[in-house]
Nanobody, 124 residues
């Protein structure tokens, strides 16, 4: 399984970015795809996740209402639309894939595969 994250960049506070995670290598029927981030000097943090089958979504409280995760099954891609960005959203963003069903989509330790990360910088 390979995950290729893209879409990061520099944006002013209040702006928007759309991250994409292209998945390949197998079918993803029961999989969960998550986005996590790591800011400089901080621990990895859960952002959002989506179940490939059915599309159920999960968000960290700080992202609810600002971020939207979605999937394009035909293109094997997961998107993270980030609106109303704040300087504290500055981080490297990683997509990850958990192949088997999980009851803990917010737990980064259960994910099997990780992408390389894409950097997001929000200026004030």
């Amino acid at each position: 399984v390979q995950l290729q994250a893209s879409g990061g960049g520099l944006v002013k506070a209040g702006g928007s970015l759309r991250l994409s995670c292209a998945l390949s290598g197998r079918t993803f029927g029961a999989a969960t795809i998550g986005w996590f981030r790591r800011a400089a000097g901080k621990e990895r943090e859960f952002v959002a996740a989506i179940r490939w089958s059915g599309g159920s979504t999960y968000y960290a409280d700080a992202m609810k209402g600002r971020f939207t995760i979605s999937r394009d099954v035909a293109k094997n891609t997961v998107h993270l639309q980030m609106n109303s960005l704040r300087p504290e959203d500055t981080a490297d963003y990683y997509c990850a894939c958990r192949i088997a069903y999980t009851d803990y989509p917010r737990d980064g330790s259960i994910y099997d595969y990780w992408g390389q990360g894409t950097g997001v910088t929000v200026s004030s």
